[in-house]
């Protein structure tokens, strides 16, 4: 029995036909920049979603660096992202000289904290970037509450929380990524929906803003060789969409095998002392990007990922070390004891293989494996 923490090779199988006639289709064609692969994915996502606009593009870090270049931010001005999280993106901030203002977050559910995200707010202040971490939605009421009053952009980094949904008080319901002014997301093969390579994109109600995304997208034109904006080159490869428009019926499925998953082990260890499992909010669903425990205080996490390693079970510490403490983002601004949340969860993390082929065999396993190291 052989345990991954992302099994991508079974779940190919079970739908290998579909995936090589896409690829095949690409090639007969040679149809290998944009085309109807691209274009039949778009159209597919936008209605999954319920949104105007996907664009597509490169990968989940362009996405959000296209987004930021789309909402005219000037160098010095503030955005406001969490601490606890991948370096995505904070690093597009930085990287577009706009001013990262990292802020702690829930202790509970890993997600940015409204309340931090309003203390944080200056009058340089331009955005908000939530993160909808592990794969249920940040508090998204809130926080677009929180723009609304102080006049900010909110881009939504939806690279983990691929068909999410959020439910507002008043009862609607919005697919992660679909509310705030832009969303942004990943196709990096582990995640909830994955290709072979990289690809991301772009969502956003927005006509106007949805052009303008396209246009940075495509090296700042929207009529060939008439640059009109500065831009990037970032597209989403043919061949990859090809293979999302194999598995984006799948993704409904794929996320209830992983909630499945997910309780399983909620279950496992529902009387265990030494492990926290993650709760999941009220307002949203949770597609288990990741199945992330908190270890008791005494417990070793090393000891405990060498125990699992030589029992055949991997195991990942997302995230080990927060933004702030990382030398590239370490500032006057993001001071170590503003972030007590971020720095204790980077203490006693631990993410178990979580995906969409998990049998109950190897559930079992690993439940009982990680039970008996505390024995
Ligand atoms: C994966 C990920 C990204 C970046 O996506 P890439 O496609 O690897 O560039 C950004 N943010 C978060 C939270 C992610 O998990």
């Keep these: 029995m052989e345990i991954k923490m992302v099994d991508l090779k079974s779940q190919y199988l079970k739908i290998k ?149 959020f439910t507002f008080s008043d009862g609607t319901v919005k697919k992660a990524g679909c509310m705030g002014d832009i969303g942004c997301t990943s196709f990096f093969p582990s995640k909830n929906l994955g290709c072979y390579g990289d690809g991301g994109a772009m969502y956003t109600d ?56 997910a309780l399983f082990y909620d279950k496992a260890f529902s009387s265990c002392k030494k492990v926290k499992t993650p709760i999941r909010v009220s307002n949203s669903t949770h597609v288990f990007h990741q199945y992330t425990l908190q270890l008791a205080e005494d417990v070793d996490r090393n000891k405990l990922r060498q125990y699992l390693t030589e029992k055949g079970i991997p195991s990942m510490v997302y995230y080990p070390v927060p933004l702030h403490r990382q030398k590239a983002y370490m500032d006057e601004f993001n001071k170590d004891e503003k972030f007590p949340i971020s720095n204790y969860l980077s203490g006693c993390v631990l993410s178990l293989p979580m995906h969409t082929e998990l049998s109950e065999n190897q559930l079992n396993y690993i439940a009982e494996t990680i039970l008996s190291f505390f024995e």
Excluded: W
């Excluded at 109807?36 to 660096?65: M, S, W």
């Excluded at 803003?209 to 090296?219: Q, Y």
């Excluded at 034109?221 to 008439?226: A, K, R, T, V």
């Excluded at 970032?234 to 992983?258: E, F, H, M, V, W």
């Design 206 to 261: 927005d006509e106007i803003l949805a052009k303008k995304l396209r246009m940075i997208a495509n090296h700042g034109q929207s009529i060939q060789y008439h640059h009109d904006i500065i831009g990037v080159n970032s597209r989403l490869d043919a061949i990859q969409a090809a293979i999302l428009n194999a598995k984006l019926p799948y993704l409904d499925t794929y996320n209830g095998s992983r909630q499945k998953a």
């Design 17 to 165: 036909n579909e995936i090589d006639e896409g690829i095949q289709k690409v090639i007969d064609t040679t149809s290998f920049i944009k085309g109807p692969a691209v274009q039949e994915f778009q159209l597919g996502l936008e209605k999954y979603l319920n949104v105007r606009h996907v664009i597509p593009c490169g990968n989940g870090t362009d996405a959000l660096q296209i987004a930021m270049m789309a909402l005219d931010l000037k160098p010095g001005d503030e955005v406001i992202t969490a601490s606890f999280t991948y370096v995505a993106t904070a690093e597009v901030i930085a990287l577009l000289g706009l001013k990262p203002v990292l802020v702690d977050v829930d202790r509970d559910s890993f997600l940015i904290r409204p309340d931090e995200i309003e203390a944080a707010i200056t009058p340089k202040t331009r955005a908000i970037v939530p993160i909808h971490l592990f794969g249920q939605c940040a508090d998204m009421e809130a926080i677009l509450e929180i723009a609304k009053k102080h006049n900010l952009y909110v881009i939504e980094d939806t690279a983990q929380a691929m068909g999410a949904e």
